[in-house]
């Protein structure tokens, strides 16, 4: 389990309805953990954005930020710049096998088992989107 290094990150987790407060946290350590991956040419911050968590690299140009959130009662929300095309290539590769919000964010049911493996690869899409997008290798 990644420690939390900023209180209020740690506490904005906490104000999370329980319903929903592991989830994010499970979504949170598969997003660090894609961060320290071997793919990526930098690590991530973890800060607050918006009063939500947010997950950006370190390193401009390289890829944009991940926030996690509240959807509604029933679904967390993986959050996503929609200036950026990351949503659309989200949707392109995994159609109606999952939930979207418009060109924002990517969905997860609270009463669903979590694909790990997506999870994952959304967050190195993310991580990796001006790279990718210019053709660079990391």
Not at 3 to 17: K, Y
Not at 89 to 102: E, F, N, P, T
């Amino acid at each position: 389990m990644h420690l939390f290094t900023d209180p209020a990150i740690e506490e904005r987790f906490g104000s999370f309805p329980s319903t929903q407060r592991a989830l994010l946290l499970r979504l949170r350590e598969l997003i660090l953990a894609t961060a320290s991956g071997s793919e990526l040419p930098c690590g991530v911050d973890e800060t607050l954005k918006w009063g939500e968590p947010s997950y950006a690299p370190v390193k401009a140009r390289v890829g944009s930020a991940v926030r996690l959130g509240s959807f509604d009662g029933e679904r967390v929300a993986m959050y996503f710049n929609c200036q950026t095309s990351l949503v659309e290539q989200i949707r392109s590769v995994y159609g109606d096998a999952l939930q979207y919000s418009k060109s924002r964010a990517v969905l997860f049911a609270v009463a669903e088992p979590l694909q790990a493996e997506t999870v994952v690869a959304c967050a190195r899409m993310a991580f990796r989107y001006h790279l990718d997008r210019l053709g660079a290798s990391s």
